[in-house]
């Protein structure tokens, strides 16, 4: 059972990270619901050509990079990812993307991505993934408030700790925000991993 929490007056999304509140409470206190569950994620039919080459410099590069910070991981897990979805269908990527829906949703978010009508944004975390979440909870929701219906019901987010990456689902219309109960692991899991971002992106799933 959700408990009523306090808030201060301002708060940053990375504020969230550090709240000693369940994720649960904090969407609840927006005015959401909350689930884990085992999200059916959409995933492209077309084969990702680049795949194994992608998948070789990752595994090639691992061994030398220390990753021993957030930035370690952004940089060299995470960008890449992104960077071959760029090539793949031209998604407008921005980096640090400036958010503010109230006072109490504000922020920078990691990564906003835009492929026509279709968003996806990532949070990068430097090792713990439900503290992550609750940052992912409060950017999902300041999106809905500013975002244009044309958007779609469902807006999608991530956590990424560089290795390991889990999404969530806001649904719009129910007010509900769903997190996956699959992790997906890089470099083993980057096939999968890469059909889904560009199903996401492209809004064509199987």
């Given at each position: 059972?959700?408990?009523?929490?306090?808030?201060?007056?301002?708060?940053?999304?990375?504020?969230?990270?550090?709240?000693?509140?369940?994720?649960?409470?904090?969407?609840?206190?927006?005015?959401?619901?909350?689930?884990?569950?085992?999200?059916?994620?959409?995933?492209?039919?077309?084969?990702?050509?680049?795949?194994?080459?992608?998948?070789?410099?990752?595994?090639?590069?691992?061994?030398?990079?220390?990753?021993?910070?957030?930035?370690?991981?952004?940089?060299?897990?995470?960008?890449?990812?992104?960077?071959?979805?760029?090539?793949?269908?031209?998604?407008?990527?921005?980096?640090?993307?400036?958010?503010?829906?109230?006072?109490?949703?504000?922020?920078?978010?990691d990564y906003y991505l835009q492929s026509g009508h279709n968003l996806l944004i990532i949070e990068a975390k430097d090792e713990n993934l439900e503290r992550?979440?609750?940052?992912?909870?409060?950017?999902?929701?300041?999106?809905?408030?500013?975002?244009?219906?044309?958007?779609?019901?469902?807006?999608?987010?991530?956590?990424?700790?560089?290795?390991?990456?889990?999404?969530?689902?806001?649904?719009?219309?129910?007010?509900?925000?769903?997190?996956?109960?699959e992790l997906y692991r890089v470099p083993t899991d980057v096939e999968i991993l890469m059909k889904i971002l560009v199903a996401i992106l492209s809004g064509?799933?199987?």
């Amino acid at each position: 059972m959700a408990q009523t929490i306090e808030l201060p007056e301002s708060c940053y999304f990375s504020d969230y990270f550090k709240l000693n509140y369940y994720l649960e409470d904090i969407v609840t206190h927006f005015g959401y619901s909350f689930e884990l569950t085992s999200l059916v994620l959409p995933k492209t039919e077309r084969p990702v050509e680049t795949i194994d080459r992608l998948r070789q410099r990752l595994e090639e590069s691992l061994p030398f990079v220390t990753f021993d910070s957030e930035a370690a991981r952004r940089e060299f897990l995470i960008a890449p990812l992104v960077l071959e979805l760029v090539h793949l269908i031209h998604v407008k990527v921005k980096v640090s993307y400036s958010l503010k829906a109230t006072d109490q949703l504000k922020g920078l978010l990691d990564y906003y991505l835009q492929s026509g009508h279709n968003l996806l944004i990532i949070e990068a975390k430097d090792e713990n993934l439900e503290r992550g979440f609750k940052q992912l909870a409060a950017e999902l929701i300041a999106l809905d408030k500013v975002t244009d219906p044309s958007a779609g019901n469902l807006l999608y987010g991530a956590v990424s700790i560089g290795r390991i990456w889990q999404f969530a689902v806001l649904d719009r219309q129910q007010k509900k925000i769903s997190q996956d109960l699959e992790l997906y692991r890089v470099p083993t899991d980057v096939e999968i991993l890469m059909k889904i971002l560009v199903a996401i992106l492209s809004g064509k799933s199987i």
